[in-house]
DNA sequence: TGCTCACACGCAGCCCCTAG
DNA sequence: CTAGGGGCTGCGTGTGAGCA
């Protein structure tokens, strides 16, 4: 940064802001430039160097190595990464168009989040070969140093593919462990969460039902111990589902309540059904829309519609 | 060409922190 | 407590892009 260099050398002269900035701009001004809030003139930058008996490039040449290229970058991935979690992949384009993954210094760390960064944008682009290639390189890179958020990011989109191509018990296995680390390593925080929600969807493809309550129980726990609120809506929805499999009905009713969602109603249909309040399921049936697989965010909710629908029709 | 708007620059005043 | 160093906030001004 510009402004620490000016400082550095603006110490070695044994000025104060108030010695250097006078008559040429004011103390308050500087200070913001030593900070960094600001991007002074050339003007101002050519009379502070005068001052300081040095060139304007004395400013620039301490920066223009390394240190004011990785705090370009590093801002570029940050300022990247929150459009990625916005979905906003259209502008993303132009950080990989920069190709950040072909310099070779970069450290390993910011590496892995620039592969994360292009993992994220070729999944949303369907190119599955890309996106598992630069999701297996940020996990390797981000892996080398202590377990935080990136590398949780990392091993859910990892989970994801695995699920995605039918190794949902590997998926299992990479999230439990990072669970592990991270609680043996991390203060709580919301990858907690987001983990053991990932976790969720793999023990209800293996029909574990009663392991994924149990986590979305921890997940509650968590969420009112940090006093936040993760995907509330799919969550709940979860809940429900588990309650029904593992057939406390009333419980899945309450839970439900009164409520418009195609989801829920269906679910709650099914519940009336298994607690023979058949006339009930099949008004309630009747008034709900058929639910769309592409949309709905629990694709086992087909399957219970359809074996509703199944039991009903026949009646 | 003239208008509007956003943004960066620059300043004054106030506040906080720390050493003596 | 006081003085000096430094940070924060709000405001005015200049400038350039976009548009009719």
């Not at 290229?69 to 502008?91: A, C, P, Q, S, T």
């Not at 990858?191 to 039902?209: T, W």
């Not at 921890?218 to 993760?230: C, G, V």
Request: glycine share 4%; hydrophobic share 40%; aromatic share 8%.
């Amino acid at each position: 940064m510009i402004g620490q260099r000016i400082k550095e050398i603006r110490n070695n002269n044994n000025l104060t802001q108030e010695e250097l900035a006078d008559g040429i701009i004011s103390r308050t001004y500087l200070s913001l430039i030593e900070k960094g809030t600001v991007q002074p003139s050339t003007n101002v930058l050519v009379k502070l160097s005068k001052r300081l008996n040095c060139t304007v490039n004395d400013f620039m040449a301490e920066v223009s190595h390394f240190k004011y290229n990785n705090f370009e970058i590093l801002r570029e991935i940050g300022h990247y990464e929150l459009k990625v979690d916005n979905e906003d992949f259209e502008i993303v384009k132009h950080f990989i168009d920069k190709e950040y993954e072909q310099i070779e210094d970069v450290p390993l760390p910011d590496s892995g989040r620039i592969h994360l960064i292009y993992a994220r944008y070729f999944k949303f682009k369907g190119d599955l070969k890309r996106t598992r290639l630069h999701a297996d390189k940020a996990l390797q890179k981000l892996s080398t140093v202590a377990v935080n958020q990136h590398y949780v990011n990392a091993v859910l989109l990892k989970a994801e593919l695995l699920t995605e191509d039918g190794e949902a018990d590997a998926a299992i296995d990479i999230l439990e462990d990072t669970v592990y680390l991270m609680t043996k390593f991390g203060e709580l925080n919301i990858s907690d969460i987001k983990l053991r929600f990932a976790l969720v969807k793999c023990y209800i493809i293996f029909k574990q039902y009663y392991t994924a309550h149990r986590l979305i129980a921890d997940i509650n726990h968590i969420a009112s111990r940090l006093n936040i609120t993760y995907k509330e809506k799919d969550l709940k929805k979860y809940e429900i589902l588990l309650l029904v499999k593992l057939g406390n009905y009333k419980e899945a009713l309450e839970l439900a309540g009164e409520t418009a969602e195609t989801d829920e109603n269906i679910m709650r249909a099914y519940s009336l059904w298994q607690l023979d309040r058949v006339k009930e399921a099949d008004e309630l049936l009747k008034a709900t829309p058929v639910p769309d697989e592409e949309t709905s965010s629990i694709p086992q909710i087909g399957s219970l519609y359809k074996e509703l629908t199944g039991r009903l029709g026949g009646l």
